[in-house]
């Protein structure tokens, strides 16, 4: 069983900055596929960031590209996600997710919802103001 646990969200202006931090485990960090999603009102939810299995390479969606940022601390076992820049339509539930994707057998962590991540935290709010 892998638990999340997210955290760092809250209310800001555009423009300002955010930092989310998922605890998680030592084992799931560098045992599966780990990605941030996000779900506003009304709307499905979509993948924000995944993390390849040795966390070399991350995949951003367009929409934060050039603003947000993941990483991962493998011996704390925690999930970071750093939103820098941040609009209105960047207001949602941001969650945390493991699971083995497609491609998690060759390292690849892909960046799309899928069945396969079957693993997710309880969310935190994110509130940007215009």
């Known amino acids: 069983q892998v638990q999340l646990v997210e955290s760092g969200g809250g209310s800001v202006q555009a423009g300002g900055s955010l930092r989310l931090s998922c605890a998680a485990s030592r084992y799931a960090v560098t045992s599966y596929c780990l990605g941030w999603f996000r779900q506003a009102p009304g709307e499905e939810r979509e993948v924000v960031a995944t993390?390849?299995?040795?966390?070399?390479?991350?995949n951003l969606a367009d929409s934060v590209k050039g603003r947000f940022t993941m990483s991962r601390d493998n011996v704390k076992g925690t999930l970071y996600l750093q939103m820098n820049s941040l609009k209105p339509e960047d207001t949602a539930m941001y969650y945390c997710a493991a699971g083995r994707p497609p491609g998690w057998a060759r390292g690849v962590c892909p960046l799309r919802l899928s069945k396969e991540w079957n693993y997710w935290g309880q969310g935190t709010q994110v509130t940007v103001s215009s």
């Open positions: 993390i390849d299995f040795d966390g070399a390479i991350t």
